[in-house]
């Protein structure tokens, strides 16, 4: 059974940081754009990041640029969202995604496989 699953959420005070961590089973993901979402409470999904197939090129929401860094590391079937400068704006659940093909889309209904989900809460 093909599946992603995110991990590396929590609770974090504002200013501080935390790395959420997307593993596929049942399929390798060297093949297929990786995106991170996220969705606060009472608000739409939104696009955060987005990294292409053989990790060349990268894409950041405007809120989150130049605090988040988005890698893969295909040997390990894996991609990462490092989060640096964490805001309370920034509470949500963060969902991976992955997208056939090398390239990302900013549209979500373009990705065809989804993880569960992790919870991040920054707050003092």
């Known amino acids: 059974q093909s599946q992603l699953v995110e991990s590396g959420g929590g609770l974090v005070q504002p200013g501080g940081s935390l790395r959420l961590s997307c593993a596929a089973s049942?399929?390798?993901?060297?093949?297929?754009?990786i995106a991170w979402f996220r969705q606060a409470p009472g608000k739409e999904r939104e696009g955060v990041s987005c990294?292409?197939?053989?990790?060349?090129?990268?894409t950041y929401a405007d809120f989150v640029k130049g605090r988040f860094t988005i890698s893969r590391d295909n040997a390990k079937n894996a991609v990462y969202l490092q989060m640096n400068s964490l805001k309370p704006e920034d509470t949500a659940i963060y969902y991976c995604?992955?997208?056939?093909?090398?390239?990302?889309?900013?549209?979500?209904?373009?990705?065809?496989?989804w993880g569960q989900g992790t919870q991040v809460t920054v707050s003092s």
């Open positions: 995604a992955a997208r056939s093909g090398p390239l990302c889309d900013k549209a979500s209904v373009m990705f065809g496989s």
């Open positions: 990294i292409s197939s053989s990790g060349s090129r990268t």
């Open positions: 049942g399929f390798t993901l060297n093949a297929y754009a």
